[in-house]
């Protein structure tokens, strides 16, 4: 993932957080890393819509820890890396976005559901600092799809059935900590139809051409 995505308020989206019972996200047009985000996620006073620093590790000053890239988290490291084997078993989320950002070659796509928003995948960590918490949030990338060879070959970000209800209750769930049960979901498949439109530039969601239909598989 190219690192950006559209936090747009539209009817897809609202399907989507509606489906998951909680709060409309707020449009806050394109979100890039170490930006302020909203997530979803569940813990003992239940299932909420949370603003999060997109990106998981920050220094002690709260800043985020520029050393290491953490808005992503990397899917086959998932399950070794210290910084993200608990956070995957106990604190994952679920990031609306009504599209995410693509490039390669200086040549970028904005790609949307073609009926439906897209729940991206992720976790989160909370850290408390002086007398503030700071919630941040990393997406989930899996190995890339041969249907984006000219888009993005490196990766996709992890994207979510919102329509499988228990995947869903068992993703937020904090307290199912048996991670390696959602192992079958980092691979590069595509579970949902995908419009990719080339546009203008990396942070300029203006066409550029046509659409090119990607499938699910």
């Known amino acids: 993932m190219c690192?950006?995505?559209?936090?747009?308020?539209?009817?897809?989206?609202?399907?989507?957080?509606?489906?998951?019972?909680?709060?409309?996200?707020?449009?806050?047009?394109?979100?890039?890393?170490?930006?302020?985000?909203?997530?979803?996620?569940?813990?003992?006073?239940?299932?909420?819509l949370v603003d999060a620093k997109w990106w998981l590790m920050l220094n002690a000053d709260g800043r985020p820890n520029y050393k290491y890239a953490t808005f992503n988290s990397r899917s086959d490291k998932l399950f070794s890396s210290r910084l993200t084997k608990g956070l995957f078993k106990t604190s994952r989320c679920i990031i609306p976005a009504a599209g995410i950002i693509e490039g390669q070659n200086?040549?970028?796509?904005?790609?949307?559901?073609?009926?439906?928003?897209?729940?991206?995948?992720?976790?989160?960590?909370?850290?408390?600092?002086?007398?503030?918490?700071?919630t941040t949030a990393s997406i989930i990338t899996c190995p890339g799809?041969?249907?984006?060879?000219?888009?993005?070959?490196?990766?996709?970000?992890?994207?979510?059935?919102?329509?499988?209800?228990?995947?869903?209750?068992?993703?937020?769930?904090?307290?199912f900590k048996d991670s390696l049960a959602f192992e079958y979901l980092l691979n590069n498949?595509?579970?949902?139809?995908?419009?990719?439109?080339?546009?203008?530039?990396?942070r300029n969601l203006k066409s550029n051409g046509s659409n090119i239909i990607l499938h699910a598989e």
């Not at 957080?17 to 997530?39: F, G, M």
Request: charged share 20%; net charge neutral.
């Open 145 to 175: 799809n041969p249907q984006l060879e000219g888009i993005h070959a490196k990766s996709i970000p992890l994207m979510l059935d919102a329509n499988d209800k228990d995947l869903i209750n068992a993703w937020l769930n904090p307290d």
């Open 3 to 48: 690192g950006a995505y559209a936090a747009i308020n539209n009817p897809f989206v609202n399907t989507l957080t509606t489906s998951l019972n909680v709060t409309k996200v707020e449009t806050r047009n394109i979100r890039v890393p170490a930006s302020t985000i909203q997530i979803v996620h569940e813990n003992e006073f239940g299932r909420n």
């Open 189 to 202: 498949k595509i579970n949902q139809d995908l419009l990719a439109t080339p546009i203008q530039g990396a």
């Open 106 to 134: 200086k040549k970028y796509h904005y790609i949307q559901g073609k009926d439906k928003a897209i729940a991206l995948g992720g976790i989160y960590k909370s850290y408390h600092l002086a007398n503030e918490t700071i």
